[in-house]
């Protein structure tokens, strides 16, 4: 069965460096997100994007994030300069359409030093 | 702004028992969506319901909507030990894309 797959499966970085998180969703969908989840917290939603713009966003999601689909196949999510507070697991999910379940993949830990 | 709230948000049970997982939300929605998680874990998705009076059953779980309600229920029947996990409700706002997650359930079924 197609998955999403996310890359590093776990990311450590000094405070103020950029880090990119990729993703590469399944093939046929066409809405990609970002979500983020605190240790032992609930999942929150980042953003969305659809034909090749962000369609939503949080107010988590400031000047310091942003996305890209720089080819047909990788979603990333770039954090410019990141705070201790970044540190989460960071889920992408893609779906075929918009009211469709989002599947995700098994998420990037991300740790700020 | 809509909020979506579970309760209770840690349930131990026995082996054998029943239970439910309520999920209220604030405003209208037009889909919700229940994804179980294991530690460590991703997120994997049991249910999609989109309409009042839908009911969707996979096997020990079976879970129903009453949008006028605003209210979701997951029921567990004749839990066993390979059902511990933490059980998340989210809800679609209408037409838009993105789901707000509840704060799960942490379900841990004794043996």
């Known amino acids: 069965e197609p998955e999403v797959t996310q890359t590093p499966s776990h990311q450590v970085t000094q405070m103020g460096q950029e880090v990119i998180l990729r993703c590469v969703p399944i093939?046929?969908?066409?809405?990609f997100y970002w979500y983020r989840q605190i240790l032992g917290q609930k999942v929150e939603f980042l953003v969305s994007?659809?034909?090749?713009?962000?369609?939503?966003k949080s107010e988590i999601f400031d000047d310091q994030f942003s996305v890209e689909r720089p080819d047909g196949s990788n979603f990333t999510l770039k954090i410019r300069s990141t705070k201790l507070e970044d540190s989460a697991m960071y889920f992408c999910?893609?779906?075929?359409?918009?009211?469709?379940?989002?599947?995700f993949g098994d998420g990037t830990r991300l740790s700020i030093l | 702004e809509l909020k979506v709230e579970q309760n209770p948000l840690f349930l131990s049970m026995q082996e054998g028992k029943n239970y439910t997982i309520y999920c209220n939300y604030s405003?209208?929605?037009?889909?919700l969506y229940w994804y179980r998680q294991d530690p460590g874990k991703s997120l994997e998705s049991l249910f999609v319901?989109?309409?009042?009076?839908a009911v969707k059953q996979e096997g020990r779980l079976m879970a129903s909507l009453d949008t006028k309600a605003r209210l979701s229920t997951l029921h567990i029947t004749a839990a066993v030990h390979d059902l511990s996990a933490t059980y998340f409700c989210?809800?679609?706002?209408?037409?838009?894309?993105?789901?707000?997650f509840g704060k799960g359930t942490r379900l841990h079924i004794l043996p």
């Open positions: 999910a893609s779906g075929r359409q918009g009211n469709q379940p989002q599947h």
């Open positions: 994007f659809y034909n090749n713009e962000i369609s939503e």
């Open positions: 405003t209208t929605s037009d889909r």
């Open positions: 989210a809800v679609g706002m209408n037409r838009d894309d993105k789901i707000i």
């Open positions: 319901l989109l309409s009042n009076g």
């Open positions: 093939s046929n969908h066409l809405y």
